[in-house]
């Protein structure tokens, strides 16, 4: 990069002027607009080249360890040089989860008003355990989350909750919340005081954050009940209800059913009016885990597949997946302002006083001090408006149907039916191979896409079967990149067969 990027009137800014050591804390305008102006061109350089890099690459560790450990911080270095290293470093060793060929996990290309959200957030630092400390990132915050709950359902002027590290922290929040409302002692005896083992139940299919929040809140792995799948992937109601009956028998104590509603293995979504039946029916809590699809709520064409969402006790949220804002933003919603207070209420003398008709984060959250997390939504929602949302999901969901009817087109086999962009597909060619030797067929498959850095995909087991899964997560994927992803999986599955068979 030209060292002689910021160009002050006649007086050119280089790196040379850029303060080091202590002085580089807070250093005058012109070498601080010098090295913004390296930054926006780092980023404007990956915005255009992106798309005609590999999404990933080998990664030589002891390279990668040897450049890391190069950096003693005995001594101060100059930023333009710490800044190109860095960016190497990251270009070189990482999934690009901002590529358009990137169809891995629920990890967005962020929009930009999200990155500028991150920025400033981290400048202007406001401190959320208290309202005093914070009020307009804290009632910023709130907006969001009555705006979000109101597209749930929710009656917008009942909603609590509060923003989150990720969906774990936020099904961690719904846990204890329904611990804290099924039996007012455990806040303050804890387990022992209950009458029995509470048990939670979720699907098969779901995200097992269940085992390390169920391990965190005491009640133990034991307790979490996997509850198989239909031929759909769907949890099945009449295990459930049977499991629910047989632990009750035992004298467990069922406190709370998940549903999912965008399982990450398939996208697939749980029965939710039938599950908040039941759990009316059985006298216990029910809570959606909609941190991926969570966001479908934002279109009026696809909110319709989250029906019964409604009537959750609490509902899981992320941002950071389809929301398209950089890492992390979770939600928790739920109507039960006081439920939360009750189960996370604190009083000590250094925090601020209350102040009337405001709630103190740090009373109402597993957190205590915080980033300001919920501006890079705000931001991108507030520029790109509901309707520029509801536009892009629609897209995506559109992308992954011509995904759909390209890899049928080509022979493969669909694997996965949801609304929602995550297509999941077989190779028909595995189906006379044993369970291991098919898992074994599709993860070759998916590395060799993978190595040749044309796409990121992921071999992924549905129900004991195993297929490959891809899902549209990226603002930038276009009908190309689709073509793209097909041709690979096409030419690794012919590399695959027998030379005789080719």
Not at 271 to 293: K, M, N, Q, T, W
Request: proline letters at 6%.
């Amino acid at each position: 990069m030209n060292d002689d990027a910021y160009d002050k009137g006649t007086v050119a800014i280089t790196e040379r002027d850029f303060p080091l050591g202590r002085d580089s804390f807070d250093p005058a305008s012109e070498p601080t607009a010098w090295l913004w102006q390296r930054v926006l061109e780092v980023l404007g350089a990956e915005r255009k080249q992106i798309s005609a890099r590999p999404v990933s690459a080998p990664v030589d560790l002891g390279r990668l360890r040897s450049a890391v450990g190069s950096y003693d911080f005995d001594e101060p270095a100059k930023p333009g040089v710490v800044i190109d290293e860095l960016v190497a470093l990251l270009r070189e060793s990482t999934v690009h989860t901002t590529h358009p060929r990137y169809f891995g996990l629920f990890n967005p290309t962020p929009t930009l008003l999200g990155v500028v959200g991150e920025t400033l957030a981290a400048a202007f630092n406001p401190q959320l355990a208290a309202w005093s400390h914070a009020p307009a990132a804290v009632e910023i915050e709130m907006h969001l989350l009555r705006f979000l709950g109101g597209r749930m359902g929710y009656p917008a002027d009942e909603v609590a909750g509060s923003f989150t590290s990720g969906g774990a922290e936020a099904n961690l929040t719904a846990v204890l919340l329904a611990l804290t409302r099924m039996w007012p002692e455990y806040g303050t005896a804890g387990l022992r005081a209950l009458p029995g083992r509470p048990v939670l139940y979720a699907s098969a299919e779901s995200h097992l954050a269940w085992l390390k929040i169920a391990h965190a809140t005491g009640i133990g792995r034991d307790a979490v009940r996997l509850v198989p799948v239909d031929a759909g992937l769907r949890m099945d109601l009449e295990h459930l209800r049977a499991q629910l009956d047989a632990d009750r028998d035992a004298g467990d104590e069922p406190f709370m059913v998940v549903g999912t509603a965008g399982t990450t293995g398939a996208g697939v979504i749980d029965p939710l009016p039938e599950l908040a039946e039941l759990c009316r029916e059985f006298g216990i809590r029910f809570h959606v885990d909609a941190a991926y699809g969570g966001a479908a709520v934002v279109s009026d064409r696809l909110r319709g597949a989250l029906t019964g969402i409604e009537q959750a006790h609490s509902i899981t949220v992320d941002a950071h997946k389809w929301l398209s804002v950089p890492m992390g933003a979770g939600a928790l919603l739920c109507t039960d302002g006081e439920g939360l207070a009750e189960t996370f209420r604190v009083s000590t003398s250094y925090m601020p006083a209350d102040i009337p008709d405001t709630v103190d984060p740090y009373t109402t959250s597993q957190q205590w001090s915080r980033r300001f997390m919920g501006l890079k939504l705000f931001l991108s929602l507030a520029v790109a408006g509901r309707s520029g949302y509801a536009e892009q999901l629609e897209r995506d969901a559109e992308l992954a149907d011509f995904l759909r009817r390209r890899l049928v087109d080509s022979g493969w086999r669909i694997a996965n039916d949801t609304p929602l962009p995550v297509v999941c597909f077989a190779d028909p060619e595995a189906d006379a191979l044993s369970t291991s030797e098919s898992w074994a067929h599709h993860t070759a498959l998916a590395q060799s896409v993978v190595q040749s850095g044309r796409a990121w995909i992921s071999p992924v087991r549905l129900n004991g079967h195993a297929a490959l899964r891809a899902c549209v997560i990226s603002h930038r994927t276009t009908p190309e990149d689709i073509d793209e992803l097909v041709n690979a999986v096409n030419e690794a599955q012919r590399a695959a067969r027998p030379p005789a068979a080719r």
